[in-house]
């Protein structure tokens, strides 16, 4: 059980982590399914991206993989539209991913934010690659699955940052990527995460009760969609996410995580609502005060 004064902290994080800017704007699935379609591409060979980006009125820019960390990315520009969109490949092996996440958050010294290592080490090539190639005028959508989707938040933070027009940042089956006051310091970026119920990697770094003693744990940004029965869709934020993931705190990756975390399973979920969805409150059956103790 936890104390009342570590209650207390809880509270005082989640208010401090204000709802994002873009809190009331509707969930457009036609606009998701677009981006998912980029972000599924990235898994693609260079031929199929290609294929996929003219067939969307784009041209392929660049697709490239950074050696080493094995990062594949590629940038689709739009003159018509003036809109750039970046969409950044997850992992093939998300089970050794699990495993060998760094739970560790450092401040990083260009963004001045507390961020997973990884995630913003990767981002950082990235960005060097693209930004040569980037129109400061056109607006720029920033996509990716599973990893891909934390490295492109984390880029999103380097273009805004540095004033590109970040229209939006669409992600599917994203691990957190900072803290409370990192999330604080970008809500004004449009970020939607989509996730499906049971996929654990959202999850990732897995939040515990206890970890609230602990000022710099791991919270997600922006707003969580997540994709329910049929063509239901709940929205969360802040600490309704954080309390969602508790209930996940003492499983274990396992056949049926995987699964529900594939991209082709976030594809089919949100064509099914692209013509028609209802959105729905999140029921869950956890009580926040029983978390806490009496002192």
Not at 253 to 261: C, G, K, M, P
Not at 277 to 294: A, C, I, R
């Given at each position: ?6 209650f ?126 980037l ?49 604080n310091?970008i809500?004004h ?11 654990l ?26 994709l ?30 995987l ?14 609502r ?22």
């Amino acid at each position: 059980m936890i104390t009342k004064r570590a209650f207390l902290t809880i509270i005082f994080l989640c208010l401090s982590a204000t709802l994002p800017a873009h809190g009331q704007d509707v969930i457009d699935f036609g606009n998701i399914r677009e981006q998912a379609m980029f972000a599924n591409a990235a898994y693609q060979p260079e031929s199929d991206i290609r294929a996929l980006v003219e067939s969307s009125d784009y041209e392929l820019t660049l697709y490239h993989t950074i050696p080493g960390i094995q990062v594949a990315f590629f940038l689709a520009t739009s003159v018509a539209t003036q809109t750039q969109v970046i969409s950044i490949r997850g992992t093939s092996n998300i089970e050794n991913t699990m495993v060998n996440v760094s739970l560790k958050l450092n401040v990083d010294a260009d963004l001045g934010v507390s961020l997973h290592q990884g995630f913003a080490g990767s981002a950082k090539q990235v960005y060097a690659e693209l930004k040569p190639l980037l129109e400061p005028k056109y607006n720029i959508n920033v996509t990716g699955h599973s990893l891909g989707g934390a490295i492109a938040l984390v880029l999103a933070m380097s273009l805004d940052k540095d004033q590109f027009n970040v229209e939006q940042v669409v992600t599917f089956g994203q691990p957190k990527v900072t803290n409370v006051p990192g999330a604080n310091a970008i809500q004004h970026i449009k970020l939607i995460r989509i996730v499906t119920p049971h996929d654990l990697v959202p999850m990732v770094p897995l939040f515990d009760p206890l970890d609230i003693n602990n000022l710099d744990i791991f919270w997600h940004a922006g707003r969580e969609v997540i994709l329910l029965e049929d063509t239901q869709f709940a929205v969360l934020d802040g600490m309704d996410s954080m309390l969602r993931a508790t209930k996940f705190t003492q499983r274990l990756l396992n056949e049926e995580n995987l699964e529900h975390h594939r991209m082709s399973v976030y594809l089919k979920l949100i064509d099914a609502r692209v013509a028609s969805s209802e959105q729905v409150p999140y029921k869950t059956d956890l009580n926040l005060f029983n978390l806490f103790g009496s002192e």
